[in-house]
């Protein structure tokens, strides 16, 4: 199965360790998506609400999936998610929250608010390869987005 090597993913993850062993497996997985990085709430919507003439000498393109961390400094995860999912400009992109909270409450909230998948990372390596995985395979090889404008 070919890659959607041209569809950039967004990575929202404050731990440097996390987001190092996730472009790790990624790789290792020739996972070859352009990958951007934000590491706070605020950092996401500076991202998404630039004017295209501030994101020079090249335009990037809308995520074609988001990579959520509830758990973040200053504006959170779930603010982020609610935020997004109301924004007619933002809601189709798909938001998969990645997070080490198994908390009933948080999945449900995030579903709730909009979520179209959530993973709980695992602590084990093996087990977090699996997961990983199983992000790529669906959400950057098998999944169909709607057109964007």
Request: aromatic share 8%; glycine share 4%.
């Amino acid at each position: 199965m070919t890659k959607k090597l041209n569809k950039p993913l967004l990575v929202v993850e404050d731990s440097n360790e996390d987001f190092k062993m996730l472009q790790r497996l990624m790789r290792r997985m020739a996972v070859q998506n352009p990958i951007y990085r934000c590491t706070n709430g605020d950092e996401v919507l500076d991202f998404l609400y630039a004017p295209e003439s501030s994101q020079q000498p090249n335009t990037i393109p809308k995520p074609s999936v988001i990579l959520l961390d509830l758990n973040l400094p200053g504006i959170d995860g779930r603010d982020i998610l609610e935020r997004l999912k109301q924004d007619i400009c933002f809601k189709k992109i798909p938001i998969v929250v990645f997070t080490t909270s198994s908390n009933p409450k948080d999945i449900e909230f995030c579903y709730q608010k909009g979520a179209n998948g959530y993973l709980v990372k695992p602590m084990d390596a093996q087990e977090l390869q699996k997961t990983v995985q199983a992000f790529v395979d669906y959400w950057l090889e098998s999944n169909t987005l709607p057109p964007t404008e």
